[in-house]
């Protein structure tokens, strides 16, 4: 099974900071490599896939950069709106895995 | 507009069985793959089953082969979960979602809760 670290597992930052959030798989995963959001109480939201392509509607402040074991989540000037959980997955092959998320807080 | 909404859970003791329903609108729900993905309480998210669109292909975690059956019926628009052998480590918020580019879960239902417990 492929492993997925995210780092840092949780940060503190103020509005306006870039935020850099990377994710590691345990073996290449070529570019099968998405990012989700997930506010408390609220259902993950799919934010890059294919480790760089933005989602439709997701605003351009979020960029996603890597290819296969290194990939990271950059965070152009934090919004209030993006203090949240963030998750990577690579979906390379079965069974699908999730890193541990990285938690984003206000400082 | 895309809809996906699970319903099923509840609470269920250990060693019992629970199957789970997700209903798909607004989309051609027979032309794309779906996923299972559960969350524990205060927990990161746990990628569970995957079935493509014809049920060709199925896969599963590890932690729940031999337990949980993925299925859907593309005439009802329904992707299920049938679980089985329940412990109290499958206490979860349990959501379905729909593949799209990149083989990624572009769109997932609000989720249905499950608890196991005596």
């Known amino acids: 099974d492929i492993q997925m670290t995210q780092s840092p597992s949780s940060l503190s930052a103020s509005v306006g900071d870039r935020v850099t959030i990377t994710c590691r798989a345990s073996?290449?995963?070529?570019?099968?490599l998405s990012w989700y959001q997930q506010k408390p109480g609220k259902a993950p939201e799919l934010l890059i896939y294919?480790?760089?392509s933005l989602q439709s509607g997701v605003p351009s402040r979020f960029s996603g950069s890597g290819s296969g074991t290194d990939f990271t989540l950059t965070i152009s000037g934090l919004q209030p709106e993006d203090f949240a959980t963030y998750y990577c997955?690579?979906?390379?092959?079965?069974?699908?895995?999730f890193g541990q998320g990285t938690r984003v807080e206000i400082k | 507009e895309v809809q996906l909404v699970e319903s099923g859970g509840g609470l269920v003791q250990p060693g019992g069985s629970l199957r789970l329903s997700c209903a798909a609108s607004?989309?051609?729900?027979?032309?794309?793959?779906m996923n299972w993905v559960r969350q524990a309480p205060g927990k990161g998210l746990e990628w569970l089953s995957f079935?493509?669109?014809?049920?060709?292909?199925?896969y599963y975690a590890d932690s729940v082969k031999g337990r949980f059956t993925i299925s859907r019926d593309n005439a009802k628009n329904s992707l299920y979960l049938q679980m089985s052998s329940l412990t109290d480590e499958d206490t979860a918020m349990y959501y379905c979602?729909?593949?799209?580019?990149?083989?990624?879960?572009?769109?997932w239902g609000q989720g249905t809760l499950v608890t196991v417990s005596s």
């Open positions: 294919a480790a760089s």
């Open positions: 079935i493509t669109s014809s049920s060709h292909i199925i």
């Open positions: 997955q690579q979906s390379y092959s079965a069974p699908r895995t």
């Open positions: 073996q290449s995963v070529n570019n099968f």
């Open positions: 979602a729909k593949e799209t580019y990149g083989s990624s879960c572009g769109n």
């Open positions: 607004g989309f051609t729900f027979s032309s794309y793959s």
